[in-house]
RNA sequence: GCACUCGUAGCUCAGUGGAUAGAGCGUCUGCCUCCGGAGCAGAAGGCCGCGCGUUCGAAUCGCGCCGAGUGCACCA
């Protein structure tokens, strides 16, 4: 497959205006043309004492030059005096001939602190992705049951890189995709309609229907047991299985009281899900409904193209006979069983269309290159005030939505397969830019470590090793609405407000399912999810509401005016910044940079990881900030006025920023916990 | 069979070419007259799955194994 397209873009300008950047690259054109060489890496040295950042480079270039590394890093050292470098304080050379660099650093942490406090929110945003769009479809969960926390993962991944995309720059659309006519709502109506007394009459009167909804349960918990009740219903009875088809017909058909009612349960399950995923700070701008593609004919469109590009074929004989069909793989070929094939079925044998060839259809629409478009009406207001459309059969058109430059699929990895048909018949079509600017984001699922399954009543040995999936069918999952009650409940007995509880709890969750890498599954387990100290969201929030508190205390000791802004722009830093301060504040820098690498991998990971050591140094800067004294002074109780107000500074600066990587990471930053 | 992903401390994970491989949980030992103890300091715990290569240098790159998982539908 191709290489995913945010791979390639050049981010080298924006990092001219990070300190560290500044000073490594006048390092670096001096190193350059001391050496002839074309590019210097830094690291970090092991040893404090060795410096603030390193390269190398000697040693590379002791075989270029038949020389030993020691004896060239000597030279350049002494090269290197002779030049004006601005911020460097000293230069070593350590075996086997690296070169270390000091920095001035009242200068550094000066520059720095500054620019933390005028930019604000703004601090560690960039704009690479000026005057691109990107269209970013997640979440996605089949609107016929409760959501379970392996879409809650989705999610999560999904609204990050939104939050993480606009903050470089581009701007971002995110859409969550309906699937309001595939058989998994049939079976939610089948169940609803068939399954138990009364029987549907063909009425159209669905009254007796929606009775059977058994109201202490919220809608989609009900259809969560309806649906694997109705799921163990078709190995034992025909005639219900039956019913199946005869739904799942007359949804396509769009023209009757059956296909309404279907759309009427999508509809009160997709609100479900919304408020599911509003408890965690997730919003989208556009709900695609796959029954509106059937409707604006987006299929027929596409399939038009397909078959003048002759990108689809009509079969006439072997497996796939009557069917019309994209070559893939190897084709047709022969078997122990008989012949298969790994060509893809875009249209049955029956005339209906499969969910690949509908995918093509809106991939297009995605781009912009469908020539057609949905109707749309607005949802609602979503909780964080902005707006929620919906694609309609009743809507009006509108030119704002897709037309992406990029197109990113949060999708699990299962799917890949399917993506990379997908992308493939685009570029069949002869759109090799969008095949190439399509980005299947496939993230590992969650699974059940066999401790959580047993404590959900499956039959397994909770003590052994091993992991079981979930499944809808089965009814087996964890609810993503019970693990945050479960959380907000732990945490209420600790916590000033409901509010706050809710943040903490969406801070929990948020962070436990960013924090590893999407290319990795995760083996759910309650105690490790659950958890509020060490490696969590909750530490990081505690963090942020510690240096809130702390700011709060000074300003109301009068000791500077919080809202007042630009107060700490001119502070003075003392001679000797300590160890603690010089680790917060070079922490505090590598936010932007952490910034576009999630960017660049498309993934929370390396913010939720970020966060957590960015907190760890604010915590040892707050305990600890000066080891040499013999007592460690609270800093509000400082006396002299330029340390205390320096100190201030850096617990502004790392609460600022510790705000600006939890809102990237969805989280709310709290004030107070 | 073919393809993809994963394998790092007892457990959950960072680290993707640099110097002595890091966190959290769990275990053990200490620490609340003090800005928020959901914390801090310390101890113990590693053939980075195995082998061969590339390189001055490999957990990281290449090849081959082993183990775990997923995909290869006229399901989505």
Redesign the pocket.
């Known amino acids: 497959m191709d290489l995913p397209p945010f791979y390639c873009y050049n981010s080298d300008d924006d990092r001219k205006e990070d300190v560290t950047q500044v000073i490594q690259d006048q390092v670096a054109s001096a190193i350059n043309k001391i050496l002839g060489t074309k590019e210097v ?1 830094f ?1 970090t ?3 404090r004492e ?1 410096g603030d950042f ?1 390269t ?1 480079v000697c ?2 270039q ?2 270029v030059q038949k020389r030993a590394p020691m004896q060239i890093a000597e030279d350049v050292k002494n090269e290197l005096a002779k030049v004006r470098l601005p911020y460097i304080k000293e230069v070593i050379v ?1 075996p ?1 001939g ?1 070169l ?1 660099f000091k920095i001035d650093h009242p200068r550094y942490v000066k520059s720095l602190v500054n620019k933390v406090t005028k930019e604000k929110e703004l601090f560690g945003r960039t704009n690479v992705g000026r005057g691109r769009k990107v269209l970013i479809e997640h979440t996605n969960v ?1 609107p016929n049951k409760a959501m379970h926390i392996g879409h809650i993962r989705n999610a999560i991944i999904g609204d990050s890189v939104v939050r993480v995309l606009e903050k470089l720059g581009y701007h971002v659309e995110a859409c969550n995709y309906i ?1 309001d006519t ?3 709502v049939a079976d939610v109506v089948v169940a609803m309609l068939y399954m138990d007394a009364p029987i549907y009459d063909g009425s159209g009167d669905f009254n007796a229907i929606w009775a059977k909804w058994d109201k202490s349960q919220s809608f989609d918990y009900w259809c969560w047991d309806v649906y694997s009740r109705v799921a163990q219903e078709y190995e034992t009875n025909a005639e219900l299985k039956a019913k199946r088809a005869d739904v799942l017909h007359m949804v396509e058909a769009q023209d009757n009281a059956v296909a309404d009612f279907a759309k009427e349960v999508a509809s009160r399950i997709v609100e479900t899900h919304l408020a599911t995923v509003g408890r965690l700070n997730i919003y989208y701008d556009l709900l695609n409904w796959e029954s509106d593609i059937f409707h604006r004919g987006f299929w027929k469109t596409a399939f038009e193209s397909l078959k003048a590009k002759g990108a689809v074929v009509y079969e006439t004989e072997g ?5 019309w069909i994209v070559k893939f ?1 190897r084709g047709v070929f022969e078997t122990e069983t008989g012949l ?3 060509d ?2 875009l249209v ?3 005339g ?1 269309v ?3 060839g509908k995918d093509i259809a809106y991939q297009m629409w995605k781009f912009g290159v469908l020539g057609q478009d949905f109707l749309y009406k607005l949802w609602g207001i979503q909780a964080n005030g902005d707006e929620l459309w919906t694609t309609s059969q009743s809507g009006v058109e509108m030119g704002r939505f897709g037309k992406a430059d990029k197109v990113i699929n949060v999708i699990d ?6 993506q990379h048909i997908v992308y493939d018949c685009l570029k069949k079509l002869g759109f090799t830019k969008e095949a190439r600017n399509s980005v299947h984001l496939d993230y ?1 699922v969650v699974v059940l470590s066999n401790a959580a399954a047993a404590e959900l009543g499956v039959d397994v040995d909770g003590d052994e090793a091993g992991t079981q ?1 979930m499944s809808g069918r089965k009814g087996l999952g964890v609810k993503g609405d019970d693990l945050i009650n479960t959380l907000v409940k732990r ?1 209420s007995e ?2 000033q407000t409901e509010k706050s509880t809710n943040v ?1 709890a969406a801070a929990a969750i948020r962070y436990f399912m960013s ?3 999407t ?5 759910f ?1 309650f ?2 999810a659950l ?6 969201g ?2 990081c929030e ?1 963090a942020h ?2 240096a ?3 700011l709060n ?1 000074a300003n109301e000791a009068g000791l500077f005016d919080r809202k007042q802004a630009g107060v700490f722009r001119s502070v003075k830093v003392p001679d000797n910044v300590t160890l603690p301060e010089e680790n917060l504040v070079k922490k505090v820098e590598e936010f932007a940079g952490v910034l576009r690498k999630a960017g660049k991998e498309l993934s929370p ?2 913010l939720a ?1 970020y966060a ?1 050591e960015l907190a ?1 140094v604010f ?2 800067f ?4 000066d080891p040499d004294a013999e007592k ?1 002074v ?4 400082i006396e002299e006025p330029v340390l205390r107000n320096y100190r201030l500074a850096l617990v502004d600066a790392f609460r600022q920023v510790m705000a600006n990587c939890l809102d990237a990471l969805g989280i709310v930053p709290l004030e ?2």
Do not use: W
Request: aromatic residues 10%; proline residues 7%; contains cysteine.
């Open positions: 890496a690291n040295p092991p040893k060795f390193s190398a040693l590379s002791a075989k350590t086997p690296y270390n089949n699937d595939g058989v998994q497996p796939n006979k009557g069917c793989g298969k094939s790994e893809k079925v049955r044998s029956n209906t499969t969910y690949t990895v299962r799917q890949s397969y399917t590992e999936a945490l600790k916590v903490l924090r590893i890498s290319s990795k599954m995760i083996v387990d105690d490790e958890r509020t100290t060490g490696d969590t909750v530490y505690y509401a510690r809130c508190s702390i205390r990971a390396p990881h957590f760890t915590t040892d707050y305990e600890n900030p460690q609270p800093f509000i109780k107070r916990i």
